[in-house]
Every structure is written in structure tokens, then in C-alpha cells.
């Protein structure tokens, strides 16, 4: 369980050519999802821009599935209780850093400097779910394009590892059984948790081209590589074929492949050290 603290930013007014670094998408509903009573009076209320030129809200969300539930709320809340002409912003990414250059009128969204903005006509209006690694990039922007913090959320936060429950009663079917859903059951110097699983080989090759993210293509937030070394005197932070990890307790020339696969999404400095401290033999 860790301290987990989510920030709401309000975006700076934004003019060029977006650079769509990802498959963004606008979305609109014509059905209506509350009760009359709780409707605003009013209708299609739009923003004004400082050319005169109207607009709707466009309201962002990002690409893992509790984002796109408070993105619908939201949308809901804005176009029938206030009463806005309203768009759905799917920027299909999973980086917060994204969503704030968005918010910030950045032409693209991987550019953490803010090259080149557009200062006059907004892209989005605000952000709804913005993460430790998106208050870090709103904070290193210009303060001429920083979007202003309106709110952080703090809570507890339990991530988790998940196994398929097949997966697990193959283990307790196995000679010698293994518990796969207890974390002791992956110690390399006792068990061979990796014969229960495909290699890390074959999940790759049964993934689409470009889903899997390269490791030159973090940065070093992302993967929170000096933090790693400096509490567990483990250099090798490099990846294997730019894409995988391999964890010391599968890293020798010859088991390589003999690594339980793991992929994630975030979190990839936990993951790290979780299996250095735990021996556990993770790509």
C-alpha cells in the first residue's frame, strides 16, 4: 500500500500544427443521461475564445478504464447540469505527463520543454486525473504555459500483480505444486516458478508491433532507475533488446530465458526491486 496523491490542472488559454503523437479521438453523446429535474435551464452554453470565436468544453480523459468512467462523468456533469455544449477528448494514453501538455497548449505531447505552444486556442480546458509523473512535468513547464493546480486528491493505493486463475490451478496441479498466487512461490533458490509460464520470448511475439514501450524511450522517471541502484547496489538497469528488463535472479548467460514474464504499465521501479530483493526471476 503507498500514498498516492492524484492533481486536478486547469489549463492555459491557447496557436500551430498539433502534433498527434497519439491516436486522439473526439467524442460527443446526442442521448441524454439524467432526469429532467437535475438538467441545467440551460443549453449549448459555449466558451469564448479571445477572437470571438465559440467553443465547446472539451473535457480529456486518458486511456485506462477508471479515466474513462470519470471522464464520462464529468462530460455528463458539464453538458447537463451546466448546461455546456461539450466534447469527449480521448487522448488514448496511459502518460499523465501527456494530458498536461495538452492542458498546457503544448504541440506535442511528449515534448517536456513545451517547445512550441499555442496559446490561443485551447486543445482541452482542464484535466480530470493527473498523476505524481504529470505534477512533475506541470511543474518543470514554463510558468508562461503551466497550467494552475486546482485540487489534489490524496488516498491510500493498493496496486496489485494478477495471475488468471487457471494459471494458478495449474500450479497446485504441478509436480511439485506451487502456490502461484503467494509471493514466496517465485523465490529462484528454492522453486522453478517460470516452468508454469510462457517465456518472456513468446508473450512478445503474440503482442502487437509498438505496444510493448522501449527503454530509451523513458525517461528516468519512469523507470526510476537511480533510486534502484541506490538501494540495491544493482547497476544493470539496462534492458534486454530495449524492451525487457531481466532481473538478477534469471540474468546469467544461459537463463535468460528462464524469467517469469510480467508486464506492466507503470510501476516498473517496484517491480524492480521486488524482484531483487525477493529473488524473484522476472523479465
Not at 130 to 151: C, F, K, N, T, Y
Not at 191 to 205: A, K
Request: charged letters at 20%; aromatic letters at 10%; hydrophobic letters at 40%.
Amino acid at each position: 500500500m503507498g500514498r498516492g496523491a492524484c492533481y486536478l490542472l486547469a489549463l492555459s488559454m491557447i496557436q500551430a500544427a498539433w502534433c498527434d503523437s497519439y491516436p486522439v479521438r473526439d467524442i460527443t453523446r446526442d442521448s441524454l443521461c439524467l432526469p429532467p429535474a437535475l438538467r441545467s435551464n440551460f443549453t449549448n452554453r459555449t466558451l469564448v475564445y479571445p477572437d470571438k470565436s465559440v467553443h465547446p468544453v472539451r473535457v480529456p480523459y486518458q486511456g485506462w478504464p477508471s479515466a474513462h468512467i470519470i471522464g464520462h462523468i464529468a462530460y455528463i456533469l458539464v453538458k447537463e447540469v451546466m448546461g455546456y455544449s461539450s466534447v469527449l477528448f480521448d487522448t488514448t494514453t496511459i502518460m499523465s505527463e501527456n494530458v498536461v501538455n495538452y492542458a498546457a497548449g503544448c504541440l506535442d505531447p511528449d515534448d517536456a520543454n513545451c517547445t512550441e505552444a499555442n496559446i490561443l486556442r485551447p486543445r482541452v480546458h482542464f484535466t480530470l486525473e493527473v498523476w505524481e509523473g504529470g505534477r512533475q512535468r506541470a511543474m518543470g513547464l514554463h510558468e508562461d504555459v503551466r497550467p494552475d493546480l486546482i485540487s489534489v486528491l490524496s488516498y491510500n493505493l493498493v496496486d496489485q500483480w494478477y495471475i488468471w486463475q487457471h494459471e494458478i490451478d495449474a500450479g497446485l496441479d504441478a509436480r511439485p505444486p506451487l502456490s502461484l498466487d503467494y509471493f514466496r512461490s517465485y523465490d529462484a533458490r528454492r522453486f522453478e516458478p517460470q516452468r508454469q509460464f510462457d517465456t518472456w520470448e513468446q508473450l512478445l511475439s503474440r503482442l502487437p508491433d509498438g505496444i510493448v514501450g522501449r527503454c530509451s524511450a523513458m525517461s528516468s522517471y519512469d523507470r526510476n532507475t537511480d533510486l534502484y541502484t541506490s538501494v540495491t547496489g544493482d547497476a544493470h538497469v539496462e534492458c534486454h533488446l530495449d524492451r525487457v528488463w531481466i532481473s538478477p535472479a534469471c540474468r546469467g548467460p544461459n537463463n535468460v530465458s528462464e524469467c517469469v514474464p510480467l508486464l506492466l504499465p507503470y510501476n516498473f521501479d517496484i517491480a524492480m526491486q521486488l524482484a531483487f530483493f525477493l529473488d524473484i526471476p522476472l523479465a
